[in-house]
């Protein structure tokens, strides 16, 4: 029997549905027996990468739940939501998360290793030795090191950003600067294996990037219709450059102390890191 | 002393920020004393509104976490993640969330109750007597009756889309005739106080359409520019009609049972919704 690429991506992703259907904890296709012959899947359409998403205590639950769908939708990818203990965590509006894996028990060799932003509890998360240490260490050897939103403010605490061009929520992107980045004011900024998102939403962006990296195209716009991801924002006032100054005026006054926070505390946890 | 509404503005949302950074566990600003004097704040800027997500198991995550955020950015607001009981439920992604209320404890008047969609687990909930009791209760009085994706599929078996126009999942949305509606293909459909959206991302401009509804344009646009939402797919494959034949082919031959399972547990539950 031939099979053409079309078929052949039924059966795989039929097979990832099916998976889905089972109850599949981790990737929605991880550790389930396909079922249909996928013996003649172009062997690029499933791959074995070890995915970790790091959440902490007032963590922002968007910037995590958008790219962790993309993710899941990897065929043969294993993605773990990481956290210091499996003690359930609150995210900033008050979600209620609990970890698949700790620090200790995270795989030591991951693909792609992903922080999500926040405010307060983010700072929290660049001053904690234990975060630092696991991220310099799991950083240190992933093939992709990543961020969505300030999330990029403790991947720069962890030392992981020094000398690369990296993107964070419009409002903290000056900080980069005191981990050694060059910040740039971008949805999504690829340097060499460093990945950053902007503030929140990019994170659903940045997903489906990396699965059209990882993949190819036609699995990035198959996931991106099984999305439904064709956005209409009401309103347009996404980016500073397009809000009013009333809105922007108000932002900028909500996020007066966090800017001067975020270096201050980023500049002490960036020169701890380095002795960790 | 007088106060701009901007000025006003700048104070309410950076008591919200700052109810945030105390660790609000309901609404970003609930049960939170200001921490500037709100009292020339318009009255239309804070509510008092009870909103409940309802989530089960194999829930899509992202169908739920989209519009939470932009919800839970209202200040007033007590936002509600209600499950049968209080264990925990994994989403279809392997995300584990704890709820914060029970069928039992949830409100029981509330301005609005939102079911994000899935698969197999929506299917199931759709058939589940327990759900259609407490949806057919609390729908009954909710000032607004509102679904993401195949959410839509749920409110319709408890007999709550009878007659109104409502939007699904675009591959679900042919079902949806089977509980008396007549379905839309748009991205967000009211219809008097039902509100349905399409697909998964669909969420977020249905949470930010909220936003605009319930409090004004610039409150939503503010909380628009926090989540730095100018979305810029990489692909632009997010409806059937933008899609290659190709990634169409692909998702409908995947979705090629869905159909008519909903379609035949729809009918079934729909007539026993009846009688509960």
């Known amino acids: 029997m031939t099979m053409t690429r079309r078929d052949v991506g039924v059966a795989a992703l039929t097979a990832a549905v099916a998976a889905v259907a089972a109850g599949g904890h981790t990737a929605r296709a991880a550790e389930q027996k396909p079922v ?40 043969g990818a294993k993605v773990h939501v990481v956290a210091a203990t499996r003690d359930p965590i609150h995210s900033d509006a008050g979600l209620i998360f609990t970890p698949s894996a700790t620090f200790e028990d995270c795989p030591k060799d991951l693909d792609i290793i992903c922080v999500p932003g926040g405010t307060t509890g983010t700072l929290a998360a660049m001053q904690d030795e234990s975060t630092l240490r696991f991220l310099k260490d799991r950083g240190s050897r992933a093939k992709f090191v990543t961020s969505v939103c300030t999330g990029s403010l403790i991947i720069g605490a962890a030392g992981l950003l020094d000398g690369y061009k990296a993107t964070s929520h419009w409002v903290a992107e000056p900080v980069l600067s005191v981990f050694g980045a060059t910040p740039v004011h971008a949805r999504i900024v690829k340097d060499r294996n460093r990945i950053t998102a902007g503030g929140v939403t990019s994170g659903i962006d940045f997903g489906l990037y990396l699965l059209g990296m990882l993949r190819d195209r036609t699995y990035a716009e198959t996931v991106q219709l099984m999305a439904q991801y064709a956005p209409e924002p009401p309103y347009d006032s996404g980016v500073p450059e397009r809000a009013s100054p009333e809105v922007k005026g108000m932002v900028d006054a909500m996020f007066t102390q966090f800017g001067p926070m975020a270096e201050t505390i980023g500049r002490a946890s960036f020169d701890k890191a380095k002795l960790l």
């Open 36 to 75: 249909h012959d996928m013996s003649g899947m172009p062997a690029s359409w499933t791959g074995h990468e070890q995915i970790a998403f790091l959440i902490y205590p007032q963590f922002t639950a968007l910037d995590m739940v958008g790219p962790h769908y993309m993710l899941t939708s990897l065929m």
